[in-house]
């Protein structure tokens, strides 16, 4: 082959050579000018679409602070937004609704400050009863707080129960005693009675399974005594307290005489014996003669008799 001696020489402009380049390049940074608006776009108003229900909850939560309880979010979205939207407006409209309930019993208070109690006109015969712990006192010596807490709590609830089976109303605790009385037996019907002698008879039973209990909690076991008087009471509302009060010389004497009674028995007054002696199936026996005052005295008595009351046979021995 042979060399012509021929050279071929070629010339492209620059511009037509690198144009394809930099129209490419142009389009990507316009393209990516364009999916940077539209993104922060976006962003802008989905963070105002989140934004928004927090702003509210905000701006709810102060106004709450700040004693505004009428205040509500209203946000009707079916999300978890929307649902923490109602259960925030539910609790501001619970916490209104207690205000309001504060607010009426602070009133009332106000309009009977110098009248704590407010006893009823007339007083009725009522069957009052008192059940104590035989030397709670030495018997908690040793317990830590907890511990007599518990053993306190153990007692007074199961005796609490067991008075309101058989239609008593539980006044109040004292100390490591409870107070009650049985309302209906301010007539001539002797169910009210039954039903007080029963509850005596289950209380004095039930001394087993407390004492289990007592057992398991490592507590010492427990005794106590009930005591039970018949006679005019007076009722009283208390201004600070949804429970009503009793006061008078039957409550007074019912809590007196309970000392005289054998551990885990039940004692009564001569009016209470009288109301119920003729009742089928229980037997008493006269105890002792208790004054009251210089005036007066008051005849004792309890259903049979040794160290504890036992129901056999449907009668006390």
């Known amino acids: 082959m042979y060399d012509l001696g021929l050279v071929l020489l070629v010339e492209i402009d620059d511009n037509e050579v690198f144009q394809p380049v930099k129209s490419l390049q142009e389009k990507i940074i316009v393209l990516g000018i364009v999916m940077t608006i539209v993104v922060g776009a976006a962003a802008f108003f989905l963070s105002k679409l989140i934004s928004r229900p927090i702003i509210s909850f905000r701006n709810a939560a ?14 009707s979205t079916r999300d978890e937004i929307g649902e923490l939207s109602q259960s925030f407006d539910q609790m501001a409209e619970k916490i209104q609704d207690s205000l309001i309930k504060i607010t009426e019993r602070e009133d009332i208070i106000k309009q009977q400050k110098n009248i704590l109690l407010q006893f009823s006109e007339y007083s009725s015969n009522y069957c009052v009863c008192f059940v104590d712990i035989v030397a709670s006192t030495k018997l908690t ?27 008593g109303v539980v006044v109040k605790n004292i100390g490591d005693a409870l107070l009650y009385y049985f309302p209906k037996t301010d007539t ?15 209380m004095l039973e039930s001394r087993v399974k407390i004492n289990e209990r007592m057992t398991l909690e490592r507590l010492p076991e427990v005794s106590y005594r009930i005591s ?15 429970i009503d009060d ?16 054998s551990p885990n028995t039940l004692i009564m007054g001569e009016s209470l014996y009288n109301k119920i002696k003729d009742v089928k199936g229980y037997s008493f026996e006269k105890i002792t003669e208790y004054d009251i005052d210089l005036e007066n005295k008051l005849r004792c008595l309890f259903g049979k008799t040794k160290d504890r009351l036992i129901l056999q046979n449907n009668h006390f021995i």
């Open 228 to 242: 039970a008087t018949f006679g005019p009471v007076r009722v009283a509302i208390v201004a600070t307290s949804t």
């Open 188 to 202: 001539d019907d002797m169910e009210p009675f039954e039903n007080m002698l029963k509850c005596s008879m289950d």
């Open 62 to 75: 102060n106004k709450i602070a700040g004693g505004d309880f009428d205040v509500r979010t209203n946000i």
């Open 141 to 167: 010596a040793k317990l830590s707080d907890l511990e007599t807490s518990k053993f306190y709590s153990i007692f007074l609830n199961s005796m609490a129960t067991i008075v309101t089976q058989y239609g």
């Open 246 to 261: 009793i006061f008078g010389a039957t409550v007074n004497t019912c809590a007196k005489i309970n000392t005289l009674a």
